[in-house]
Nanobody, 121 residues
């Protein structure tokens, strides 16, 4: 039901910036929360940011002050601006819709392919 597509990853030097895009058709109509996750090789998937229908955001301590989430409701698109990147930010980045009710449309579907971010000199 939910189809997520992430893009914008790549190789960047420490201290650099990168802008990721998450497209989730229907997330605005269904009033979904959009969560961002990342998973480094050999590690658990980590939640690090979310954005609500009204544009309010929450961030994990690991990215607060460096990452900013925004969205374009008309395009069902969420953006992740990543600044002051560190080598420990290297991971596969994914977005995921969320709804507060278990049966919510936002909780259907599967993970997208993700986009790889590599921070290295």
């Amino acid at each position: 039901e939910v189809q997520l597509v992430e893009s914008g990853g790549g190789l960047v030097q420490p201290g650099g910036s990168l802008r990721l895009t998450c497209t989730a058709p229907g997330f605005t109509t269904h009033k979904c929360v959009i969560n961002w996750y990342r998973q480094a090789a050999g590690k658990q998937r980590e939640w690090f940011a979310r954005i609500y229908l009204d544009g309010n955001t929450h961030y994990a301590d690991s990215v607060r002050g460096r990452f900013t989430v925004s969205k374009d409701n008309a395009e069902d698109t969420v953006f992740l601006q990543m600044n002051s990147l560190k080598p420990e930010d290297t991971a596969m980045y994914s977005c995921k819709t969320f709804g507060f009710s278990p049966s919510d449309w936002c909780n259907t579907g599967s993970w997208g392919q993700g986009t790889q971010v590599t921070v290295s000199s």
